[in-house]
């Protein structure tokens, strides 16, 4: 079984294999695959009418693969991998998954498996419409830092283009310089963010700024997950500019919310802060991601 690194090259296959059978995941999606491969080493492989993504866990060093995503047989597709694996004298392991997708598999003639959850990897899921005007009675503090971003500052909220490159690079290195460690997942971040901005004009999502003063003080991108959520890739802001954050997540689902009636804001990693400051916008409900792993 031939195995390739995920790179631009593969864009339309990757993307025409992930709509024939679209899941409602940030693993799911071809710019946030683009961000983390090389931080787990992703590839991929099509076998039996379906795409098949590998990863690297960076910790345990296991290897794992998504959901087999289009629409060949579900069944010979993972024989087919478990095969693969055995000859590893390795056990397939299968993240990323929803309930649905794991209760799919369950129906599958496949013995000896072991399901677990893994609430680090929930990903969190807002109404477009509470973040665009911040309508629930609990983010009341979130109108109020909007409200003082705008008494305090005149800015411009604008789309990204390849003429605001060097002014988004300069807002990556200041948010960075202002942190005193950055770990793996920080590091891995900003390599891959650096490399989709390289080739932006080639990927179907968008990116915006907020400029003060000619500077870029933040930044978000954002792109279609499914026909009725909007994946946030990416948000960075200075945060000596009070709400900046808050600002950038409003305008956002300002400008789609006839579009999307959810956005996602992916999974905060076990990060105890980024925990906190998620459940603060009050996501509307979680989704929760399981793993599989087949013990023969």
């Known amino acids: 079984m031939d195995w390739k690194s995920i790179s631009f090259e593969d864009k339309t296959i990757i993307e025409e294999m992930i709509q024939l059978k679209p899941y409602p995941l940030s693993d799911y999606n071809f710019t946030h695959m683009n961000i ?3 931080a787990f080493k992703l590839s991929f492989t099509i076998t039996n009418g379906n795409l098949i993504v590998r ?53 599958l003639n496949i013995p000896c498996s072991n399901f677990t959850f ?8 807002y109404k477009t419409k509470h973040i665009a005007e911040y309508s629930d009675k609990n983010l009341r503090r979130k109108r109020e830092l909007c409200r003082h971003f705008e008494s305090n500052y005149i800015y411009e909220f604008i789309r990204y ?17 202002n942190r005193e460690d950055d770990g793996f997942i920080v590091k891995s971040e900003k390599e891959g963010i650096l490399k989709i901005l390289n080739r932006f004009d080639q990927l179907t999502c968008e990116g915006f700024l907020l400029i003060i003063s000619g500077e870029v003080v933040g930044f978000i991108i954002a792109e ?19 709400g ?21 804001l992916e999974e905060d990693m076990g990060i105890k802060g980024l925990r906190i400051a998620k459940e603060l916008y009050r996501p509307n409900h979680l989704i929760s991601k399981g793993t599989i792993t087949f013990m023969d």
């Open 118 to 125: 893994n609430r680090n990897e929930y990903e969190y899921i």
């Open 224 to 242: 279609s997950l499914t026909a009725d959520i909007l994946l946030i890739h990416y948000e960075k802001g200075l945060r000596a500019y009070k």
């Open 161 to 177: 283009e390849t003429e605001h490159h060097q002014l988004v690079l300069d807002l990556i290195e200041k948010w960075h310089e």
């Open 244 to 264: 900046v954050y808050d600002i950038l997540k409003r305008n956002v689902s300002r400008y789609y919310q006839s579009e999307f009636k959810y956005i996602s």
């Open 55 to 107: 990863g690297k866990d960076p910790i345990s060093n296991e290897d794992y693969i998504y959901m087999p995503m289009g629409i060949g047989n579900l069944q010979t597709s993972i024989d087919s991998i478990r095969s693969e694996f055995k000859r590893w004298h390795k056990p397939l392991i299968i993240k990323a998954l929803t309930p649905k997708m794991m209760s799919e598999i369950r129906t």
């Open 36 to 38: 983390w491969q090389n």
